[in-house]
């Protein structure tokens, strides 16, 4: 059952020169604010310590700041996750406390305002671990996408390995982006999620590019940009319809999931739209610009001699 159909085919590919400003634009910004604001990188991999506390009645953040500010803990960041009620408190390494000593004297200061407070959890992370965390993640990262250029080429041609990978780093980058830009916390779960929308999109890209190669060999008498224009058309359906029921979970994880999964949501949302984008105007036209052609994908029949040397 098709619930969107597309009668004529959308000329995608005539967009592509547009397309390639839009994306070379945002890309370059991206990087730019990757290298001048940098991420804002967690505890999870700078090293510190994480503590959940919950209150009987609704948190004063701003007073939970200035508690904590008394004791010159003035770097820390205090947030609602689940419920007002609940609190999260992350604080940077500090050499002075161990980590029962630190939460032990946040909890004592804290309950001297309010007698109702109580430790739900404590979390402490070293800066050799977290330090050890981000290498680790970046080398994942490298193998992913190795790993996705070696396996476009294997199952289409080299060219469709690189049209994959660009668009795939080019999402990468983009998400890394608009963290450094906005200075959102980038944590393990945030660094999941970039892993999780490299396998997202590169299945998209994998749909296409079957379609593609299917198309190469059923339409012999029409030009690349409408073959691509084709397979980019008759695969709609099936990208609006998966990844919005994707997005509609992502967006309850966005709304209800607390302060624990909202990057990690948010990440996946920038992720799956611009997922959707770069396989359509990111990959397809990169295969134009190395020049595929029906001959990559689709050997040709070798014509056999009308006579085959039987002297008659």
């Not at 407070?117 to 190795?146: D, H, I, T, W, Y």
Request: hydrophobic share 50%.
């Amino acid at each position: 059952m098709e619930f969107f159909r597309f009668s004529r085919d959308i000329s995608f590919m005539s967009w592509k020169r547009t397309a390639a400003v839009i994306s070379l634009v945002t890309f370059i910004l991206s990087v730019f604010f990757i290298a001048t604001r940098g991420l804002n990188l967690g505890v999870d991999f700078t090293g510190g310590t994480v503590l959940e506390i919950s209150y009987e009645q609704t948190a004063d953040l701003n007073k939970i700041r200035d508690d904590l500010a008394g004791l010159n803990m003035t770097d820390v960041t205090v947030q609602n996750f689940g419920t007002s009620r609940d609190v999260m408190i992350r604080l940077p390494v500090m050499p002075e406390y161990s980590s029962a000593q630190l939460s032990e004297t946040v909890l004592e200061a804290l309950r001297q305002a309010d007698d109702t407070v109580e430790m739900r959890r404590v979390e402490f992370v070293g800066p050799q671990v977290g330090k050890e965390l981000l290498e680790n993640g970046a080398l994942a990262l490298l193998f992913v996408s190795l790993g996705i250029v070696a396996y476009l080429a294997v199952r289409f041609e080299w060219k469709f390995g690189i049209a994959g990978i660009i668009a795939n780093l080019h999402d990468v980058i983009i998400i890394l982006g608009f963290f450094a830009f906005f200075q959102w916390e980038f944590s393990l779960t945030v660094l999941a999620a970039v892993l999780a929308i490299l396998g997202y999109s590169v299945n998209e890209s994998v749909v296409i590019f079957d379609r593609i190669r299917e198309n190469f060999r059923k339409l012999r008498k029409v030009s690349v940009e409408k073959v691509i224009n084709n397979a980019i058309t008759r695969t709609m359906a099936r990208t609006i319809m998966t990844h919005g029921s994707t997005q509609m979970v992502v967006i309850s994880m966005l709304l209800f999931g607390g302060e624990v999964l909202f990057y990690f949501a948010l990440a996946l949302t920038i992720g799956i739209w611009f997922g959707i984008y770069s396989s359509i105007m990111v990959a397809s036209p990169i295969l134009i610009l190395l020049g595929v052609k029906r001959e990559d994908l689709v050997k040709l029949e070798e014509k056999k001699p009308e006579n085959d040397g039987a002297v008659v």
